[in-house]
């Protein structure tokens, strides 16, 4: 949600200060890429202990991008601290929403609990969701003309891609200040309507729920699945290795979502593994276990 179009005589960047709300893997990347991009931002989460999390996964990431990006220690050093300087935490968004220019919604994929966030919020709206319609969000919101969909790739530093999305009552001054965001953010930006999934979960969950249909029926075993994938299609992972990455929770409320709304689609049926692995609380990398073992 676009809050003010506020300028700077310092830096050229469209916001700001940008607020966070979420601190999972995905708010966790988007305050990071943010802050590094010369942003300040506040990143909220409901309770300390989960902030404190974030802040270390942030500190970590960090650290590998300081790594490939800077020859000189000192200057990754330098960078690494300026970034984590940049950002603050809060456990309430109130607090932050006064003074921000954008705000980004990264909460749990479940339409009910973002429009409590933004029952809660009343005068700002959140921005940035990968599976629910933007519109159905927006109905939320009171000034729909700041509101816009910003979707952002797990993990955010690596991936340079951000999917920007208008629904009819987005104003073109939103809409333009939020690809000029994408770029200050140093992501590539793409548009489409307003449709399940977008562009890149439409194809891709689909494509993943397939693969764990195919273990389903016996077709095939997950490691080879994952080995034909890599090598005969050229992903970076094969889609269990990425399930396990983006996480089965997440991908279970997307697929829920879908099937809830669209219950003839074929694609969006549930799949009975899924839902038996997620109710097992084996979630993939974050808890240590999903279709393959992890070192907690
Ligand atoms: N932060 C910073 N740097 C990172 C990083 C992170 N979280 N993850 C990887 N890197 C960088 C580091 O420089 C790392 O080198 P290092 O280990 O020396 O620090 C380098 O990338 C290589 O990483 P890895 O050796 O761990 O492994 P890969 O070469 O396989 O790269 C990957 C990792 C970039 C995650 C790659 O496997 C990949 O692109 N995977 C596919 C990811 C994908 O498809 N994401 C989209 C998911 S869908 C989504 O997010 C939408 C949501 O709505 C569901």
Sequence with gaps: FVRSFATSAQRANAFNHVTVIGGGLMGSGIAQVAASTGHTVSLVDQDNTILGKSMNGIHKSLERVAKKKFENPAAGEAFVKDTMGRISTATSPITCVSHTDLVIEAIVENLETKKKLFRELEAVAPDNTSS??????????????????????????????????????????????????????????????????????????????????????????????????????????????????????????ILDGWSKNYPDNPLFKPSSLLDKMVAQGKLGRKSGEGFYPYKK
């Design 132 to 253: 629910i319609p933007i519109t159905d969000i927006a109905v939320a919101a009171k000034r729909k003309d700041r509101f816009g969909g910003l979707h952002f790739f797990n993990p955010v530093p690596m991936m340079k891609l951000l999917e920007v999305i208008r629904i009819p009552a987005t104003s073109d001054a939103t809409f333009d200040k939020l690809l000029a965001f994408g770029k200050d953010m140093e992501k590539v930006t793409v548009s489409c309507k307003d449709t399940p999934g977008f562009i890149v979960n439409r194809l891709l969950v689909p494509y993943m729920l397939e693969a764990v249909r195919m273990v389903e029926r016996g077709d095939a075993s997950i490691q080879d699945v994952d080995t034909a994938m890599k090598l005969g299609a050229g992903y970076p992972m094969g889609p269990f290795e990425l399930s396990d990455y983006v996480g089965l929770d997440t991908m279970k409320f």
